[in-house]
């Protein structure tokens, strides 16, 4: 199964569609383990180099038509293009990693922006301090009669 796998790989289906291809019986969880196994990562590596000797095609071949294209390249966007290309190739730039923080400024039109902010917001926007119990409401209230007991007693009244 693992060689039909590789073979459908090197062929250029998704993980998912060369364990089907396989025959796996559940897909999505056999590609994972296939792509995990040391065999299969193995015959894969070992497969792409062959292909690349046959190919005459390497990282190095990769840099010279990079850098052809570079000096072919008639704008400075162009020449810009390139260079993020060998930055890619040859692995200089880390990827970025974006930070997304959220700081409430508005008014809450849902509840579900509620979920979001932070304890301190929440006591903040309640007038309760961080040492406040938030679960002690001050507060009174006036108990109404039920409907039904209000129904019962006009019938008895009658």
Known sequence: M???YVQ?????????????AAGAANPKRNASQFEKSENVRAALRQSREIFAQKLQFDRKKAH???M???RAADTATEQKLVVDSLVKLHGIAAPEVKKLEHTHTGTITHKKQLQHLPDSKLL????LSPGEDPNIIEGEFVELPDA???????????
């Open 2 to 4: 693992q060689t039909l």
């Open 8 to 20: 459908a790989r090197l062929e250029g289906m998704t993980q998912v569609a060369a364990a089907t």
């Open 64 to 66: 010279e038509m990079y």
């Open 68 to 70: 052809d294209a570079y």
């Open 124 to 127: 903040e926007m309640a007038n």
């Open 148 to 158: 039904k007991s209000d129904q019962n007693n006009q019938a008895a009244d009658e």
